[in-house]
């Protein structure tokens, strides 16, 4: 009992700790400190399972990368057609718009200064100092000595709301939990037959949607990457297949969060930006109900 106690009361800190830093996390609509969640390194060695794919943004265009207006702004990135995405497609009349917040010009120490200032010699596709700056997805191309988005055009030059030049990586946990009646007995859906996982999401104030750190290692199509900097994700899922540490959690919300609550999974829910695909592979992973449309037995992972 004290041993449970004590992993009971660790995981309410760690939690408090993932759940804070979601304002600066993957999911959040703001700008992004460079910053690894600790509930990630702690949780690890436990039953964790990490969501990875070698290929990322790679097979997909990405579609919120070339939204607009820019998040947190009323400026209009230039049009890229879906035929026009791929930097080996020619296009000599491509004419991206320049843009970085003045949040990120005014220099916190979470952002890179200016490609031009004279001190600042960045070590693209290689650690440089403490900036990992290597993708997740390999090696990306530099021209006219910034970074290029290994997904393509997005419409827009510079770094909008995000710190580094290239990749900014992002790491939080992905909890999830069996959905249980009150004898404690796995919910099964009635059309899939799977049971039903929930996990911990965050309804976000300034966007009013509901979102999770990303479930998948590599590129993010993230309304705030430009064709210099862009989102890439690592997560892990921390899975409590007993219910006996998650479900008497008081969870509480980051500065950013309205809510924050036990959501059920399925392919209904509308999430931040590609949140609902990674949210999919947890579900697949742990064999739970995903879709009215699917039909399997319910079976513990």
């Excluded at 939080?172 to 911990?200: A, E, M, Y």
């Excluded at 009013?208 to 290692?217: L, V």
Aim: hydrophobic share 30%.
């Amino acid at each position: 009992m004290a041993a449970r106690s004590l992993g009971k009361a660790f995981a309410t800190v760690s939690l408090s700790v993932a759940l804070a830093s979601v304002t600066v996390g993957s999911s959040g609509c703001r700008s992004i400190p460079e910053r690894r969640n600790s509930f990630s390194s702690r949780w690890l060695h436990l039953n964790s399972t990490i969501m990875s794919s070698s290929n990322g943004g790679k097979e997909n265009s990405h579609n919120k990368a070339r939204t607009s207006p820019y998040p947190g702004s009323k400026v209009e990135r230039s049009q890229v057609p879906n035929e026009k995405v791929g930097w080996l497609v020619e296009w000599q009349d491509y004419n991206p718009v320049e843009y970085t917040a003045l949040s990120v010009l005014a220099g916190p120490r979470w952002a890179d200064p200016q490609i031009s200032e004279s001190n600042f010699s960045p070590k693209f596709n290689e650690k440089d100092g403490h900036v990992e700056r290597k993708s997740q997805n390999g090696l990306y191309e530099i021209e006219n000595g910034r970074p290029r988005n290994p997904a393509g055009r997005t419409g827009l030059v510079g770094r909008g709301l995000l710190g580094r030049w290239g990749p900014n990586h992002a790491a939080d946990p992905i909890i999830t939990r069996w959905k249980r009646d009150s004898s404690g007995n796995k919910i099964t859906h009635p059309v899939s037959g799977k049971c039903i996982l929930q996990f911990v999401a965050i309804k976000r104030k300034d966007c009013g949607e509901w979102a999770i750190p990303g479930i998948y290692k590599g590129y993010v199509d993230d309304p705030r990457n430009t064709d210099n900097a862009w989102m890439e994700t690592e997560a892990v899922n921390y899975h409590d297949e007993t219910g006996e540490i998650m479900d008497n959690l008081a969870l509480e919300a980051g500065d950013d969060a309205g809510k924050v609550k036990w959501v059920d999974i399925s392919d209904k829910l509308k999430l931040y930006a590609s949140h609902a695909q990674f949210i999919h592979l947890v579900a697949e992973k742990r064999d739970a109900h995903w879709s009215e449309g699917l039909e399997a037995d319910c079976r513990s992972p």
